[in-house]
């Protein structure tokens, strides 16, 4: 499966922007996917995902309340909505899927098997 990331911007501090992951050569049927960003000289971290089943989403601690992960199955696409955005949410961010993650794995970035190019988002102060 193929991913492609887009979306990305600058935004003032407390804007929004809607992330975009559109998959292609395969369903994302029976895949997590999950939302990762990595910031200048820091470690890629987990924003959000969804679970394999599609039925569950998790959400890191500093984007709860503020980011809403959906998806769109005719469009074979997973979106990131992210509101009231922080200086601190600048990084890219990259889509990821994987079909064989365990619940225990969603949230690191070793799970996931298919990467996207990942997009900049960056918030001005």
């Known amino acids: 499966v193929q991913l492609q990331a887009s979306g990305g911007g600058l935004v003032q501090n407390g804007g929004s922007l809607r992330l975009s992951c559109a998959a292609s050569?395969?369903?994302?049927?029976?895949?997590?996917v999950g939302w990762f960003r990595q910031a200048p000289g820091k470690e890629r971290e987990f924003v959000a995902c969804?679970?394999?089943?599609?039925?569950?989403?998790y959400y890191a601690d500093s984007v709860k309340g503020r980011f809403t992960i959906s998806r769109d199955n005719a469009k074979n696409t997973v979106y990131l909505q992210m509101n009231s955005l922080k200086p601190e949410d600048t990084a890219v961010y990259y889509c990821?899927?994987?079909?064989?993650?365990?619940?225990?794995?969603?949230?690191?970035?070793?799970?996931?098997?298919?990467w996207g190019q990942g997009t900049q988002v960056t918030v001005s102060s």
């Open positions: 050569g395969r369903t994302l049927t029976g895949y997590a």
């Open positions: 990821a899927a994987s079909r064989r993650v365990i619940t225990s794995m969603l949230a690191y970035s070793q799970g996931y098997d298919y």
């Open positions: 969804f679970s394999r089943s599609g039925g569950s989403t």
